[in-house]
């Protein structure tokens, strides 16, 4: 079973029965998950002298999917099955590692003139893109490093790729914007907060600036928003959706304390949220860069939200005594994104890894909020 596969099973909220056969602490920090999906872990090691004696914690007749990091054990563990008499019995081609990296390009709507929206969700890591599209034109939003997907995409939609913009410089996954500029002739954009060490060229993304897309009447306007980076800066496109970046989400709140910097900018993660978010049209439709919970996915896959709905509902906009709010997102946060710092000088040029190192430095599920 391909990543793409399974992604159409975790969107369409359909069954599946996964045995993990990782270790057990690679399993309690990052799986698959899904409203329609029950998962076992036994570790590898733990079935070499046979299948027969897990069998009965398995369901007989029903799809079962085995994963492991590659994808080798989980082959050789289901080749048992079907030996033990067992059907319907499939393993995750390339592993974990084909599941992290797997973008599931899904409609968000229509723009003006004929535009629309794509958010392209990274199921097994929890990013979220966009693209924007507009009269054979694209800008990508918080581009992530599987370029190749966007290049793609915008072929098969017969656009060309202009700007790639990042709302911050990413702390949990290494950023493809730069690159992927790189090789279409697009023009990459970055806060120049978040820029004071970065050691290429790029554009300046400012509030009073307005990008458009494909000549037409859509519009991408920045709004500076700090508070997870000093230099965090939302995206209001079409005067319709409210591209947050890491400074909102469904369900929670961005975290502080990625660049070091927690009791700096917890004023001004307080002053987006509780203000100048406050100022927009309550009618605005938030897309954020991470989701943390399979729960927030809808119906389609998407993860979306009306800001008025998300200020009665996330627990991190209903918060009222700012000692109460400094406190919550100081002082208990959930672990840090894995390789954060390396991933933070990956994203300033100032390292080069290897696609293998990028890869293991993704490995895990993102941290960007303060509720895990």
């Known amino acids: 079973m391909t990543a793409k596969e399974l992604a159409r099973i975790v969107v369409n909220k359909e069954e599946l029965f996964i045995l993990d056969v990782r270790n057990e602490s690679d399993f309690k920090d990052w799986k698959i998950e ?46 048992q099955m079907v030996e033990a008499g067992r059907n319907n019995i499939f393993y995750l081609e390339g592993g974990m590692k084909s599941w992290s990296e797997h973008l599931e390009p899904i409609r968000i709507g229509d723009l003006t003139d004929g535009g629309s929206i794509y958010q392209f969700v990274r199921l097994g890591k929890g990013c979220l893109s966009y693209m924007i599209i507009s009269n054979g034109e694209a800008v990508i939003v918080d581009t992530l490093r599987m370029t190749d997907v966007y290049g793609d995409f915008a072929k098969e939609q017969h656009v060309q790729i202009k700007h790639t913009l990042d709302t911050h410089l990413h702390a949990d996954h290494i950023s493809g914007g730069r690159l992927l500029a790189e090789k279409v002739g697009a023009t990459y954009w970055l806060p120049a907060k978040d820029a004071t060490e970065v050691v290429f060229n790029y554009a300046m993304l400012e509030e009073g600036q307005t990008l458009t897309v494909g000549n037409t009447k859509i519009n991408i306007q920045p709004v500076y928003s700090p508070g997870h980076t000093i230099g965090s800066t939302s995206l209001i496109v079409d005067d319709r959706y409210l591209l947050t970046g890491d400074i909102l989400f469904m369900e929670s709140i961005g975290r502080p304390d990625l660049a070091g910097k927690a009791e700096d900018w917890v004023g001004d993660l307080r002053t987006t949220l509780y203000h100048r978010y406050k100022e927009l049209s309550e009618e605005l439709i938030v897309l954020p860069a991470h989701f943390a919970n399979i729960s927030e996915l809808g119906e389609r896959g998407q993860v979306s939200g009306r800001l008025a709905d998300l200020y009665v509902i996330n627990p991190g906009l209903n918060i009222p005594n700012e000692a109460d709010f400094r406190d919550k997102v100081t002082n208990h946060l959930p672990p840090q994104p894995n390789a954060y710092q390396e991933i933070r000088q990956t994203n300033m040029g100032k390292i080069q890894p290897s696609d293998e190192e990028q890869r293991n430095m993704e490995i895990g599920p993102n941290r960007c909020a303060i509720h895990d």
């Open 34 to 79: 899904g409203e329609g999906i029950e998962v076992l872990n036994i570790p590898y090691f733990d079935l070499l002298d046979g299948v027969d004696a897990v069998l009965d914690q398995i369901p007989d007749g029903n799809k079962v999917l085995v994963v492991c990091a590659k994808e080798g054990s989980s082959q050789f563990i289901a080749e």
